[in-house]
């Protein structure tokens, strides 16, 4: 079983509407993730989460926007979306980096979205 | 020029075989090094990290790591048809938080 969850698992949504993907890890990370994974291509960071403040902001149009209310959770507002925004939203977690400790990332298992 | 460099594959091998899957990275500060296996449709799952110049085993995996010629490779022994999938190098830029750079993936094809 995966520790890190993510719903919904799938999600279609139009261009007018307002959805949020969430994120929870049961591992004791401090430091969250999301990406973005186009077909046949590797996962593209978006945004970095360290002790619950944002500290990379890969140049992301303002459509997405994250939140992050406690260690564990991990949120994706989504809101005019384009088509061209259909993928498969990864969240993922690990240790911070930095303090010492290995930080491999632990993916959870995707939301895939269709933008119509 | 790319930051990580994978062929793209397909890279086939038949069952039993070892397979063998490499990667280049052109920022010589990188420190830590990552194989992720993908299966269509899933999300990439760690199967090894390496920090160190050298061997690290684990099971029938190994990854091999030379940061004097900025290259990192998996081998994977006794391969499997189950092991077919998308492997996904990964580095971590040293100075980047915990940016990961990702390759852009080589397609393993294990044959009975």
């Known amino acids: 079983d995966t520790e890190v969850t993510q719903t919904p698992k799938h999600l279609v949504m139009g261009m007018t509407n307002k959805k949020s993907l969430k994120c929870e890890q049961h591992?004791?990370?401090?430091?969250m993730y999301w990406y973005k994974q186009k077909a046949k291509k590797p996962p593209e960071l978006m945004f970095v989460?360290?002790?619950?403040?944002?500290?990379i902001n890969e140049s992301v149009p303002s459509r997405f926007s994250p939140e992050c209310p406690n260690s564990s959770l991990l949120n994706l507002h989504l809101h005019a979306l384009q088509p061209e925004d259909s993928a498969l939203y990864l969240c993922?977690?690990?240790?911070?980096?930095?303090?010492?400790?290995?930080?491999?990332?632990?993916f959870g298992p995707g939301t895939r979205l269709t933008v119509t | 020029q790319k930051e990580v460099e994978q062929n793209s594959g397909p890279l086939s091998v038949p069952e039993g075989a070892i397979a063998s899957l490499n990667c280049t990275y052109s920022?010589?500060?990188?420190?830590?090094f990552f194989w992720y296996r993908q299966y269509s449709g899933k999300s990439p799952e760690l199967i090894m990290s390496?920090?160190?110049?050298g061997d690290k085993e684990d099971g029938r995996f190994t990854a091999q790591l030379n940061k004097a010629s900025q290259y990192v490779s998996l081998l994977i022994r006794d391969s499997q048809p189950s092991d077919s999938a998308t492997y996904l190098c990964?580095?971590?830029?040293?100075?980047?938080?915990?940016?990961?750079?990702f390759g852009q993936g080589t397609e393993l094809s294990v044959k009975p």
């Open positions: 591992m004791g990370h401090r430091a």
């Open positions: 993922a977690s690990s240790q911070v980096p930095g303090t010492g400790s290995s930080y491999e990332q632990y």
């Open positions: 989460y360290s002790y619950e403040k944002l500290s």
């Open positions: 920022d010589r500060v990188s420190q830590s």
């Open positions: 990964a580095v971590n830029i040293g100075n980047q938080g915990g940016k990961l750079i």
């Open positions: 390496i920090y160190s110049n």
